[in-house]
């Protein structure tokens, strides 16, 4: 079954520390693949998108992802943890049917630690 | 702007009364969805429609009812058979491709008491 699979429900860093959320996918065909941030009490706002073009995406914030089909992964990263990036992030997987909702995983909630 | 408008922020209801949310958006967009967001479960589909008139079933249908009259409009009735309605309600919607993110609303607060 193609599913969605976030490691960590809840990430601490310190300010300025690399931030690193993972995010791995079962299919046998390469997906489409998205990042989405959720602050509280909002909706989700995308961050970055996979869809086949380069394997390393550039979002906003600052925030990157690199696809990589061998370990079908797409991790999420940030350099530097800044106070404002504290929030619920979630990886979402499009199974190339145009018919098909994407599929999200359960959300990893980061904490930034002055 | 165009965006996805969900009103009301937050709705209060009793147990055994049937309430709609509201979502509508100015995108353009053919395709909307209804997730339920409840704390560590992420967000489960409930409905879809891809098309005017026509809707599917997501992974938690039962207890909800949905319509699609109108492009811009799909509103979501959460009725009496719902066991556990309060929750967080997000609407969004995209274009008709695999490819394409889906824009959010800044969701619903429901709780029944």
């Known amino acids: 079954a193609q599913s969605v699979t976030q490691l960590g429900s809840h990430v601490s860093v310190s300010e300025g520390a690399l931030v690193l959320l993972r995010c791995n996918y079962s299919s046998s065909v390469p997906p489409y693949l998205f990042w989405y941030v959720q602050y509280p009490n909002q909706g989700l706002q995308l961050l970055l998108k996979y869809t086949s073009a380069a394997t390393l995406v550039k979002g906003i914030n600052g925030f990157e992802a690199e696809f990589k089909k061998s370990e079908t992964s797409f991790h999420l990263t940030k350099p530097s943890a800044h106070m404002s990036d504290a929030a619920e992030y979630f990886c979402a997987v499009s199974f190339f049917s145009g018919n098909t909702p994407l599929v999200f995983g359960k959300g990893t909630r980061l904490s930034v630690i002055a | 702007d165009g965006g996805i408008t969900q009103s009301p922020k937050y709705l209060f209801r009793k147990e055994g009364q049937n309430v709609t949310l509201s979502c509508e958006q100015n995108?353009?967009?053919?395709?909307m969805y209804w997730y339920r967001q409840d704390p560590g479960q992420g967000l489960r589909l409930i409905y879809y429609s891809q098309i005017v008139n026509d809707f599917q079933k997501g992974d938690i249908a039962e207890g909800y009812s949905v319509s699609r009259e109108k492009k811009e409009s799909f509103p979501l009735t959460v009725t009496s058979a719902q066991k556990n309605p309060t929750a967080f309600y997000l609407c969004?919607?995209?274009?008709?491709?695999?490819?394409?993110?889906?824009?959010f609303g800044n969701g619903t607060r429901l709780t029944v008491t």
């Open positions: 995108l353009n967009h053919d395709a």
């Open positions: 969004a919607s995209s274009m008709r491709s695999s490819s394409s993110p889906l824009h």
